[in-house]
């Protein structure tokens, strides 16, 4: 599917409503599958991603009562034991739904669980993981190429102890493990190998507390207490800020302004730091009882920054620098190159087909627009939902930007294009001004 923004000359003044955080909705649904009692999930998002947990829930025995128009989910915990334990899981190009269930699977004392996923989330490594799982006392079946899925995944529970974790590539090895850890045999302390803080690390220590398991933090070092459990309750889901993004660029390239309603600054989501970018960058941000609002400034300024722990957002701002006086850097990306596409070369081949000056190495990417012409053009998207979502943004400024592929957005905001379409319009900014 083909698809585009259409060109504007007014600023864009809205409110915008947003569901829940992808992340945030996967760990709840799995947290509440494990947990004892009855959980009530509000602010669910119906995207790709927790549409393959649903499924993979419902496989292994998990009872979800789902209300779509509501979006709300009520999940009957199993108390820590999945119903079936002999099934075959396929979990999409969903990574966090790959990296977590395949650890809480682990806990189990006896089964047999196949995973396999997507062509591209197979290609994506998972020997950080499946290491610490079989030294936990776990036997896995490769079927194909040693560390990788499709696998056979046999359990015996976990024995707890030390375990280390490099978490380099990514923070959600170290996240499957921590959700896993309160059902271990034994206390269980993971020790972390990465060299920076890592927020989704944080957001799963927060929503395992919110659920009634305490991790003890300190440095890099994580331990939990096991033999006790989840417990069900009501949690409402925090607006998706990966998703705000997009629309609060609008602000930034329109000079406009936009509020994505119920937003805050103690997010739990590292995606937060977006607004300070676009504040690095001119932009006016205002934290109210409302929401987050940003309004877009007479000229934008180009920055240099390392995104190595909200990296979901680098490509928001690769297209806000477009329009913005000064070159930008971003730094901080290798661990990009190995998500739902390779996400600095398909950014940087979408820029430099639209007209946009790139330069990128391995963990870098920079924009220059005082020797870019930007024009119209077919990009791909890579079969990635954000590539898709940052591309078009350029579509506001210039006719004929035209994202081939544009249905992957189903993945995390599946109505994308109709959500800006409204945004964009006259009668939506008259209504925000009234």
């Not at 957001?203 to 069900?232: C, D, E, L």
Request: proline share 3%; glycine share 8%; net charge neutral.
């Amino acid at each position: 599917m083909k698809q585009s923004l259409t060109p504007i000359s007014h600023p864009v003044i809205c409110d915008v409503s947003l569901p829940g955080s992808k992340s945030m909705c996967n760990r709840a649904l799995l947290i509440a599958a494990m947990a004892k009692g009855i959980t009530s999930l509000s602010n669910m998002l119906f995207s790709d991603d927790v549409e393959a947990c649903i499924e993979a829930l419902g496989v292994l025995g998990v009872q979800l009562d789902i209300h779509r128009e509501d979006r709300r989910i009520v999940v009957r915990g199993c108390n820590g034991e999945f119903p079936n334990k002999h099934v075959q899981l396929y979990t999409r190009e969903a990574g966090t739904l790959t990296r977590f269930l395949i650890p809480l699977c682990a806990t189990q004392n006896h089964g047999s669980f196949h995973f396999s996923a997507s062509e591209r989330m197979m290609e994506r490594p998972l020997s950080e993981l499946m290491e610490v799982l079989e030294a936990q006392g776990c036997e896995v079946e490769y079927l194909d190429k040693q560390g990788y899925m499709p696998f056979n995944l046999k359990p015996h529970g976990l024995r707890g102890g030390c375990a280390k974790i490099c978490g380099k590539k990514s923070s959600q090895f170290l996240s499957g493990l921590l959700l896993a850890s309160p059902f271990a045999k034994q206390d269980l302390h993971l020790v972390s190998g990465a060299d920076h803080q890592q927020p989704y690390v944080k957001m799963t220590v927060a929503m395992m507390s919110r659920f009634g398991i305490a991790t003890t933090v300190q440095n890099n070092r994580y331990g939990i207490v096991s033999g006790k459990n989840y417990k069900g309750c009501n949690y409402p889901i925090e607006p998706d800020l990966s998703t705000a993004s997009y629309f609060w660029a609008l602000a930034a390239i329109t000079r406009g302004k936009v509020c994505v309603r119920h937003t805050t600054l103690d997010s739990h989501q590292g995606d937060i730091r977006f607004a300070s970018v676009l504040e690095e960058m001119g932009c006016q941000i205002e934290y109210t009882d409302r929401g987050i609002i940003v309004t877009g400034c007479a000229e934008l300024k180009g920055v240099s920054i390392n995104m190595r722990n909200f990296s979901d957002t680098f490509m928001t701002v690769a297209a806000v620098a477009v329009f913005a006086k000064g070159e930008t850097f971003i730094e901080g990306l290798s661990h990009t190159r190995l998500q739902e596409s390779d996400r600095v070369a398909a950014m940087s081949e979408g820029l430099q087909r639209l007209g946009v000056i790139v330069e990128a190495t391995e963990d870098n990417i920079k924009i220059i627009p005082n020797l870019s012409a930007l024009h119209g053009a077919e990009v791909s998207s890579h079969n990635d939902h954000r590539i898709a979502m940052s591309l078009a943004l350029l579509g506001l400024k210039v006719s004929g930007v035209v994202i081939d592929g544009a249905e992957c957005v189903k993945k995390t905001c599946p109505d994308y294009f109709e959500r800006m379409a409204k945004a964009l319009s006259i009668e939506e900014n008259m209504r925000a001004l009234r």
